[in-house]
């Protein structure tokens, strides 16, 4: 898939619509749960996939980007599509594609071509419900040539903003545009700025609202052996001693996004879910790269986090959770990013930072990173290696310098691509 890289957006629905349109308007052929927001999109798809699942329901899921095999992305009845039938839907698309591009001075890009193919292979199955996570906004993404009949947004923070503006307000008009009419929309937690134009869209397009802290919401949690056990509040009333086996309090926050979503999407929110499949279904929730143990004794963390946003709230799990335990830090990051922001929140959890390299051709050069990193955490501080294998080595032996009586280990984060890359080091299946 020769084609322009999902960094690089030519904002348009105009050419995803024309593939579409000459496939049939496969992302018509059933109802969508729409997933927007900054950040904890794709745990939150996962989770309400796996209560459609419990629900007895056949679906798909549409997620970005991915840790380790591009066949992540697009998953059937929980399974990644096979690598040789995700090859047969691109040959049958292809020459729509080709099509269209020649159409257009701009041709279709990466995930434009990959949105077509997963609407396309969800028709194809046939799925009774998809759960569709945005790729980057919300107006203009390629996945919102979907009309959710549910409308997700999670927590709105600042992040690409050469496309979505520097403002919360800006990025929240974009991101709102996936709120279409007569849909529900359920909104996670928000920053004042950005709930009041989500519901001056709720109220524009004529959508039911639901906010998580008045409709919905997390009643209680507390940590246990391998997550947390979660009380939430449903649309339509309480489920209590809920097993969620992630970590972190923003976990919690998105598993009561997703049971709204999920009330919200078979019964209007009007209707209660049994709480025993509830439980079922959190209970198989995985959520790969996000607060993940790839080794244990000592522990060794790998975290997706990209933004400061993101960073605030894996430092928050980390003094949370690993409160007692000696952590360093190993970073590799996007040029492109808010890296000093990303430091910045991530430096009062842990003893000391590596900073290193992914595989991206985007990754900011170690030089750099470390120049970024010593304003921050000062110079005693701060260690770099390449590539990352021997920055999680060298961030291992500093950590077990700092041992305390809660043992000692490392987090990998800065970047979707540097918790991938940190699976593949320690053979974790993708």
Do not use: C
Not at 355 to 363: F, G, H
Request: aromatic letters at 6%.
């Amino acid at each position: 898939m020769a084609r322009r890289p999902e960094s690089l957006v030519e904002p348009s629905l105009e050419r995803i619509r024309e593939v579409l349109d000459l496939l049939g308007n496969p992302q018509l052929a059933y109802p969508v749960v729409h997933i927007g927001g900054t950040n904890g999109k794709t745990s939150t798809a996962r989770m309400v996939d796996s209560l459609l699942r419990e629900l007895n329901l056949r679906t798909g899921r549409y997620t970005s980007p991915h840790l380790q095999s591009i066949t992540e992305r697009i998953v059937v009845d929980g399974e990644p599509i096979a690598p040789e039938r995700f090859a047969a839907a691109y040959a049958e698309i292809r020459p729509y594609l080709d099509l269209v591009d020649s159409k257009h001075d701009v041709r279709l890009g990466y995930f434009e071509a990959l949105t077509a193919l997963a609407y396309a292979a969800f028709a194809d199955t046939p799925v009774e419900a998809a759960v569709v996570e945005v790729g980057m906004g919300g107006s203009w993404d390629a996945t919102n040539v979907a009309d959710g009949r549910v409308a997700v947004v999670t927590p709105i923070a600042v992040d690409h903003v050469e496309y979505l503006g520097d403002t919360i307000e800006e990025i929240a008009t974009e991101k709102a545009g996936i709120i279409k009419p007569g849909s529900y929309a359920v909104l996670g937690p928000q920053l004042p700025a950005a709930a009041e134009i989500l519901l001056a869209r709720v109220a524009e397009v004529g959508a039911t609202v639901a906010r998580q802290g008045v409709e919905f919401g997390v009643r209680g949690r507390e940590m246990a052996v391998g997550g947390q056990v979660v009380g939430l509040q449903g649309l339509t009333g309480p489920y209590d001693e809920v097993f969620l086996p992630l970590h972190g309090e923003y976990q919690a926050h998105n598993a009561a996004a997703a049971l709204a979503a999920v009330e919200a999407f078979v019964g209007g929110g009007r209707e209660a879910l049994d709480a025993d499949l509830v439980r079922a279904a959190f209970a198989r929730v995985t959520s790969p790269g996000r607060l993940e143990a790839l080794r244990r004794g000592p522990v060794v963390l790998a975290d997706a986090a990209h933004n400061p946003a993101g960073a605030a709230a894996l430092a928050a799990a980390l003094s949370e959770e690993f409160a007692g335990t000696a952590l360093v830090a190993v970073v590799a990051a996007m040029a492109d990013k808010d890296v000093e922001g990303i430091l910045t929140e991530l430096e009062p959890a842990v003893e000391a930072v590596v900073v290193t390299e992914n595989s991206s051709p985007r990754t900011m050069p170690v030089d750099q990173l470390a120049n970024i990193a010593i304003d921050v955490f000062g110079q005693d501080r701060v260690h770099q290696a390449v590539p990352l294998p021997e920055a999680i080595d060298a961030a291992l032996a500093l950590a077990e310098r700092e041992e305390s009586l809660g043992g000692y280990g490392v987090v990998v984060t800065g970047s979707v691509v540097t918790a991938g890359d940190a699976r593949v080091a320690y053979g974790a299946p993708s």
